[in-house]
């Protein structure tokens, strides 16, 4: 079993920045896959980054140069630095763990950029 509990959304105008911090709990979160979603009003959830338990990375091309996932499995913790936001990165983030083919999820963190 493994929680995760966001944080660091906020409102934040075009070109500024943001740190998302997922916090988990459970023995599996350090050898989990991880990942960041988001879904924006109307829109299915979509992958924005993910990172493996040995550190592969992989982007959604709208964040790509914008966006970094990273982990600190000490802390069992996953981050999304977030710079030169835009408006279309606007919407609800989570945080994702998958492990034997189980998807947990936390329960959200609202980012808003303003144009």
């Known amino acids: 079993q493994v929680q995760l509990v966001e944080s660091g959304g906020g409102l934040v105008q075009a070109g500024g920045s943001l740190r998302l911090s997922c916090a988990g709990s459970g023995s599996i979160f350090s050898i989990s896959h991880l990942g960041w979603y988001r879904q924006a009003p109307g829109k299915q959830r979509e992958l924005v980054a993910g990172?493996?338990?040995?550190?592969?990375?992989n982007y959604a091309d709208s964040v790509k140069g914008r966006f970094t996932i990273s982990r600190d499995n000490a802390k069992n913790t996953v981050y999304l630095q977030m710079n030169s936001l835009k408006p279309e990165d606007t919407g609800v983030y989570y945080c994702n763990a998958l492990f034997n083919g189980i998807y947990y999820w936390g329960q959200g963190t609202q980012v808003t950029v303003s144009s």
């Open positions: 990172i493996s338990r040995g550190g592969n990375t």
